[in-house]
Every structure is written in structure tokens, then in C-alpha cells.
């Protein structure tokens, strides 16, 4: 099933008092997820709808790709990185078809 949550989640709260970067601009990410940046904080600091946490090996850097589900026809996905900050590299919206793929391979407990 993906990695270890507690990890991800201790690097998280412990990179949460020194603030977030955002690897794109921030009106660009909340247009396209139709969010604010409230709820951006909300999902990424209380981990309620988080269902699977993928490690990513790329450029040389280690990213997180955090995948919440919200519903059957709803989810979103970050992926982050730490660095001197936790840092947002992007946000995107999945939709139904979408989870319903993801869900048969990884969702699955």
C-alpha cells in the first residue's frame, strides 16, 4: 500500500510552522482545484480524506504525492517536496474515471 503515513505525516506537521512554498502560482492552483487556500491547509495539516501516499524519485529529489478521495466522483492529488519549507510543486484535481483506475490499483485494502 504506499508508504508509511506516520513518517509522511511527522514531516509534514514538522515543516508546517515554517510555511509553504508553491511551485506554481498560487491563482493558478486555486482556479484550476476551485479551492482556497484555507482548504489547501485544512487537508494538508488534519490528513482527513488522505487515502495513499506514493514516494516519487525524480530529478534527483525526493517528492511525495499525497492522493485524498473526498468521494466517488471527487479527489485531488499534491505532490510536495521538503526542502528549507514544504514546498507545493502542484495540485490537481482527479475525477470519477479517474479514481475509479486508481482505486481498482491502489485503494484497494
Given at each position: 500500500m504506499g508508504l508509511d503515513y506516520s513518517e509522511v505525516k511527522s514531516l509534514?506537521?514538522?515543516y508546517s510552522n515554517?510555511?509553504?512554498?508553491y511551485g506554481k502560482p498560487l491563482d493558478y492552483l486555486l482556479a484550476r482545484n476551485?479551492?482556497?487556500?484555507?482548504?489547501?491547509?485544512?487537508?494538508?495539516?488534519?490528513?482527513?480524506?488522505?487515502?495513499?501516499?506514493?514516494?516519487?524519485?525524480k530529478n534527483g529529489e525526493t517528492r511525495y504525492a499525497l492522493y485524498f478521495v473526498y468521494?466517488?466522483?471527487?479527489?485531488?492529488?499534491?505532490?510536495?517536496k521538503f526542502g528549507s519549507k514544504?514546498?507545493?510543486?502542484t495540485i490537481y484535481p482527479l475525477g470519477k474515471k479517474t479514481l475509479r483506475k486508481y482505486r481498482v490499483k491502489r485503494f484497494k485494502k
Open positions: 509534514i506537521l514538522k515554517l510555511g509553504i512554498e476551485k479551492i482556497s487556500e484555507e482548504d489547501i491547509r485544512k487537508d494538508l495539516f488534519e490528513f482527513n480524506s488522505l487515502k495513499f501516499i506514493e514516494k516519487q524519485q468521494s466517488r466522483k471527487r479527489g485531488r492529488v499534491y505532490v510536495i514544504l514546498r507545493i510543486i
